[in-house]
């Protein structure tokens, strides 16, 4: 099985809102990654987790936070966004160390903040 | 530092007519280069990678890539294109960070499919 599963598929919500992206996968991979992507430009890189420890943060805002509970499932809370985070959140994970690294992505949340 | 160039913003071919996207990095080290895939509102889909050994490279849906140290490129080619092949194609270098990797993308290549 090599798939990322992500949900919602899609979110709208205020700037005043609390919601949260989920990402799972059953792949037994131990690194996940968040991803931004605006209209027609390539993914961002947000966060790394590798073993359920925060890696790398590429200088996210914090309004914007991520959470490994478990080596399987990655979240990514929102509170307080600002409208031009609307955009696509990817989620990815891939084998630790980079002969095997080559990293599977979900399907994607589509964000609108109004 | 590392960096991916994807030339071609936008590429339109003819069903059943041969296929030929650029992709140019520069790495400091031996790369490890990537091709993705990208329909329209969905997630990237990994076509086939290049770590070593053998420079012509197969991957999924017919496509493959030759690796060219000479010429910093890894190009992507398909001898005849059909129309689902219609979507962002996406070249990417990666490096180790710790346990973990992380990709440089180039901006992308728009391939239109005509019937």
């Known amino acids: 099985d090599t798939e990322v599963t992500q949900t919602p598929k899609h979110l709208v919500m205020g700037m005043t809102n609390k919601k949260s992206l989920k990402c799972e996968q059953h792949m037994g991979h131990r690194a996940m990654y968040w991803y931004k992507q605006k209209a027609k430009k390539p993914p961002e890189l947000m966060f790394v987790?590798?073993?359920?420890?925060?890696?790398i943060n590429e200088s996210v805002p914090s309004r914007f936070s991520p959470e490994c509970p478990n080596s399987s499932l990655l979240n990514l809370h929102l509170h307080a966004l600002q409208p031009e985070d609307s955009a696509l959140y990817l989620c990815a994970s891939s084998q630790p160390g980079l002969a095997t690294g080559e990293q599977y992505f979900g399907p994607g949340t589509r964000l609108t903040v109004t | 530092a590392q960096s991916v160039t994807q030339p071609d913003i936008h590429i339109t071919v003819s069903e059943g007519a041969s296929l030929e996207l650029r992709c140019n990095y520069s790495?400091?080290?031996?790369?490890?280069l990537f091709w993705y895939v990208q329909s329209p509102g969905q997630g990237l889909q990994l076509l086939l990678k290049y770590f070593s050994g053998d420079t012509l490279v197969q991957g999924i849906k017919g496509f493959e890539a030759e690796f060219k140290r000479s010429q910093s490129s890894f190009n992507l080619r398909k001898p005849s294109v059909h129309w689902s092949d219609a979507a962002e194609y996406f070249c990417a270098v990666g490096r180790p960070t710790g346990t973990a990797s992380k990709l440089t993308f180039g901006t992308g290549t728009r391939l239109q499919v005509t019937l």
């Open positions: 987790y590798s073993y359920e420890k925060l890696s």
């Open positions: 790495y400091g080290a031996t790369p490890y």
